[in-house]
């Protein structure tokens, strides 16, 4: 089954695994990235050899975003910005790369006839004391940081389309996803700190804040096993692990792996990163197991992981 498809953000973490999939299965590939976070080598490769066709487009442009939906049959719209401590400081950007330009994308949509749509939302749209683990069918949906308010307008925006132009769709709420090539998060950050000084680690809060790590292979898998598998107008998944593991772990396990043992890990304290962090976060992931997917790594497994890879990409 190769079709066409556009990966908003492809050029990202995820989008650009997302991207390996799709083209290693004979998928036809565009991607559209801004360059904003994404990083152009990670796909240069399929660019290089014709596998990708590469537009650095900024979403918020709808004029030069429309063309490129003709002839498309599928949408993954992964692009966003990432990183949820800048809405404490900046107001209008998740409103802006989030929920305006996911209308683009589906105004897109609309004018060259294209109907199905993949979408990275967050589990940060339950907001805050949600039953752990959290079911799909959770509500009221309260998020309370700003990046998760533009990922429920996105979710909410999907289904008006749905509803109002017959669009088909996938929405992912992903756990924490964390790999190679990550470019932020916490195992990035208290990576570039050991680096800057081996002999302290800061972290945010106390340290029992604590969450479930899905690693980016099982999460681009897990994306294209559910839609392969479902056919309903909406189809609603989380994505994630099995269980958690907290920043305490996380610290010793980053310590270990770069060798600064004798690092003295310093607490900031509070029970969360920042304002509108969730400091206790897990995904009920059965209806994603009952599709038959199984999810290859545990928390702490990514965790490790992630750790050794990154320390490799970062400190050579
Ligand atoms: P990323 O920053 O690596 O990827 C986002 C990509 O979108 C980047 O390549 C960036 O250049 C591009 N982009 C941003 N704004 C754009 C715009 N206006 N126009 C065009 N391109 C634009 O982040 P990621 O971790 O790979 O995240 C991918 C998606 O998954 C995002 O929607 C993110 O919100 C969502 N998500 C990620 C996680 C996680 O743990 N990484 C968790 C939940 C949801």
Not at 27 to 55: C, R, T
Not at 107 to 115: D, G, P, Q, Y
Not at 150 to 157: M, R, V
Request: aromatic share 6%; net charge negative; proline share 3%.
């Amino acid at each position: 089954m190769f079709m066409r498809a556009l990966v908003t953000g492809g050029a990202g973490f995820i989008g650009s695994h997302l991207v390996d999939r799709l083209v290693s299965r004979g998928d036809e590939v565009l991607v559209v990235d801004n360059l904003s976070s994404g990083v152009l080598e990670f796909i240069q490769g399929h660019i290089d050899s014709g596998a990708v066709d590469f537009h650095q487009v900024d979403l918020k442009d709808l004029e030069s975003l429309k063309p490129l939906l003709n002839g498309v049959e599928m949408v993954y719209h992964l692009a966003a910005n990432p990183d949820i401590r800048l809405g404490t400081r900046i107001t209008d950007t998740d409103l802006k790369e989030g929920t305006i330009a996911t209308y683009n994308v589906l105004e897109s949509m609309r004018l060259a006839n294209v109907e199905k749509i993949a979408f990275a939302s967050s589990s940060v749209v339950y907001g805050e004391n949600a039953p752990m683990p959290t079911p799909e069918n959770h509500g009221p949906c309260l998020p309370i940081s700003l990046y998760g308010a533009s990922k429920q307008a996105g979710e909410g925006l999907i289904g008006s389309w749905v509803g109002t132009f017959g669009l088909q769709a996938w929405i992912f709420r992903f756990a924490n996803i964390i790999g190679e090539r990550g470019t932020h998060g916490v195992i990035f950050d208290f990576i570039h700190k050991l680096k800057a000084d081996p002999s302290r680690l800061e972290v945010l809060g106390n340290g029992l804040q604590e969450k479930s790590y899905m690693e980016v292979g099982d999460c681009v898998d897990a994306i294209l096993h559910v839609i392969d598998n479902t056919d309903e107008r909406i189809n609603l998944y989380n994505l994630g692990s099995n269980d958690t593991c907290s920043v305490r772990n996380i610290a010793a396990i980053v310590v270990r792996e770069t060798g600064c043992e004798g690092a003295s890990i310093e607490y900031t304290g509070g029970d969360r990163g920042w304002a509108g962090d969730i400091p206790k976060a897990m995904l009920a992931i059965n209806r994603l197991k009952e599709l038959g997917f199984k999810v290859n790594y545990d928390s702490e497994e990514a965790v490790a992981h992630t750790a050794r890879v990154l320390i490799q990409e970062i400190m050579g």
